[in-house]
Structures are given as C-alpha cells and as structure tokens.
C-alpha cells in the first residue's frame, strides 16, 4: 500500500518561499509519475505541477510556472515542491499523489494515491 506524507507548509507572506516535501513509502517510488495538486476553500482541487519517474520532465499549471518548481530525490523517495513568489491565490490545501504511470500527469484521475494534505497560506 503506498503511503505519501506531506510536509512544509506554514503562513508566509506574499512574496516569500516555501518548500514542500512529500516522503513515499509502499511502492517502487521510481518507477511512477508524481504530482502536486491544491484546493483552496469553496473551489475544486486542481493541477499545479507533475514530475515524471526519471525526473527529466516536469510541467507546471499556467498560474505557477515560473514560480514553483517540482523535484524528486528518488534516494530518498521523496519529491518536493520549491513554491517562490507567493501570492495570497496561492493559499490552499497543498496534496502529493503518485500517478500510474511512468510519463508526466495532469489529469486526476491518473493518480491513484495522494497524501493528506499540508496547508499554505499566503497573507497579503
């Protein structure tokens, strides 16, 4: 049974960084696409970034690129979300998920296990 634990989120103010982790445990963690989704209050979780298993492609959602960048330790079996530039939209439930397959993973419904959650909130 995999297992993803997130890490690092926190209040910060707009225009400061954060760093979020998430450890895996349960699955041969490098053969898989991993990902980072967000909902903030009253809206659906969506997109933000997605790495692929060997780590040489990543893609990012349009509100993010260039601010937030996603990695992966396969050592360690965990991947991270270095988040810059914060802006007070940022502010959401923060999840990892592990996708079914080795390529990059926007979708949803390609991830079948996520973790539970770390809140960031961006103070303006």
């Known amino acids: 049974q995999v297992q993803l634990v997130e890490s690092g989120g926190g209040l910060v103010q707009a225009g400061g960084s954060l760093r979020l982790s998430c450890a895996a445990s349960?699955?041969?963690?490098?053969?898989?696409?991993m990902g980072w989704f967000r909902q903030a209050p009253g809206k659906e979780r969506e997109f933000v970034a997605t790495?692929?298993?060997?780590?040489?492609?990543?893609r990012y959602a349009d509100s993010v690129k260039g601010r937030f960048t996603i990695s992966r330790d396969s050592a360690k079996n965990t991947i991270y979300l270095q988040m810059n530039s914060l802006k007070p939209e940022d502010t959401a439930i923060y999840f990892c998920?592990?996708?079914?397959?080795?390529?990059?993973?926007?979708?949803?419904?390609?991830?079948?296990?996520w973790g539970q959650g770390t809140q960031v909130t961006v103070s303006s």
């Open positions: 349960g699955r041969t963690y490098r053969d898989y696409a």
């Open positions: 998920a592990s996708a079914l397959r080795y390529t990059i993973a926007t979708i949803m419904s390609l991830y079948d296990a």
């Open positions: 790495i692929s298993a060997s780590g040489g492609s990543t």
